[in-house]
């Protein structure tokens, strides 16, 4: 087993190993040249981002009020639960995203006793569970446009026609969200057959599991949540290409974004880095943007979504201060 240095030295010899590896085969000459920023552009950068969040808030305290069926179980205000999912992403920044999203929130949860501890990590990992729904539904489509088969109109058409098979499948099977728990259960039951996860989790998981209830409403609702909030997604990345001066439409941002998705599932460097520069030079690459544009945007990228995510947990932070001080809310936990 490493020890921590061990693997801190291990992830960030990683990052420089790829950092140097895009630099050496990039082309660096209009990075160097310091770009000008496009501001308007920049702003919808900013705005993209906190609707972004607030659409994935949403989703998950709606993921939490299915669970909380018991009377003891508390409510989880929002703005309350939006700055633990803005603190989960600025930490996500130093340390892989995946291990501070879900392991952030449900150390929140948890202490503030709004759901035990098996069933918070429940709730967070059935919401990225409905992402990687999502992702699974622009997959195809995203694929053929990639390898040339299809162009961009035909990939969107494609992709409508999956999604309304997929709602319409859904809603006319009243066990529509059984059908979505059933997955989920099929590949954590795998998870759970590792010997310590399984031996510290695995009989709590299950009541977690039977505690959750998805009518059809609220599955419709969880799955329009994690279509905007990948729609969204892919429009921060188009106007960050704009605010960059890097050129491409906004359909291909939609379908290239699994692209990145798919590199980024080698999430084993702090806060991704190294790895979701790869996976976006490799996209831009594919959409044919010119060479000296691609670390443009790759390194503009990194620099622009640590400061906007930071600054947008730094205004949650300061609007739930000031609604704690004038006493509309009490944070969990706490007398």
């Not at 291990?10 to 160097?32: E, F, N, R, Y």
């Not at 379908?255 to 084993?268: D, T, W």
């Not at 400061?307 to 809310?329: C, D, E, M, P």
Request: a positive charge; hydrophobic letters at 55%.
């Amino acid at each position: 087993m490493l020890s921590k240095r061990t693997k801190a030295i291990v992830q960030w010899g990683l990052v420089i190993a790829i950092m140097a590896g895009l630099v050496h085969v990039g082309d660096i000459s209009d990075l160097v040249r310091m770009p000008a920023l496009h501001l308007p552009s920049l702003l919808w950068v900013f705005l993209s981002m906190v609707v972004f969040t607030l659409i994935h808030n949403l989703r998950w305290t709606g993921i939490i009020k299915s669970i909380s069926k018991s009377p003891q179980d508390k409510k989880c205000d929002f703005f309350q639960c939006y700055q633990w999912l803005m603190n989960s992403y600025v930490l996500g920044t130093v340390i892989p995203s995946d291990i501070s999203l879900a392991g952030v929130r449900t150390f929140y949860i948890n202490r503030s006793q709004i759901l035990p501890l098996p069933v918070a990590l429940f709730s967070v990992l059935i919401d990225r569970f409905f992402d990687f729904v999502v992702f699974i539904l622009f997959a195809v489509p995203a694929a053929l446009l990639i390898t040339g088969a299809v162009v961009e109109m035909e990939a969107l058409f494609l992709a409508g026609i999956i999604f309304i098979v997929f709602f319409l499948f859904t809603s006319r099977k009243k066990q529509g969200g059984r059908l979505i728990l059933g997955i989920y259960r099929f590949g954590m039951d795998r998870v759970l057959r590792l010997p310590v996860l399984g031996k510290r989790l695995k009989q709590k998981w299950g009541e977690a599991i039977s505690r959750t209830s998805f009518d059809q409403e609220s599955l419709s609702r969880m799955m329009g949540w994690s279509l905007l909030k990948y729609l969204f997604m892919a429009i921060r990345f188009y106007f960050t290409g704009q605010s960059l001066g890097v050129d491409f439409s906004l359909l291909q941002s939609i379908f290239f974004i699994p692209f990145i998705q798919v590199v980024a599932m080698l999430n084993i460097t702090p806060g991704g880095l190294g790895v979701v520069e790869a996976g976006s030079y490799g996209a831009l690459k594919l959409m044919g943007v010119a060479e000296p544009r691609i670390m443009v945007f790759v390194v503009g990228q990194r620099i622009l979504t640590y400061g906007i995510t930071i600054a947008i947990a730094l205004i949650s932070y300061l609007l739930f201060a000031l609604r704690s001080k004038t006493g509309k809310v009490q944070v969990r936990g706490e007398p």
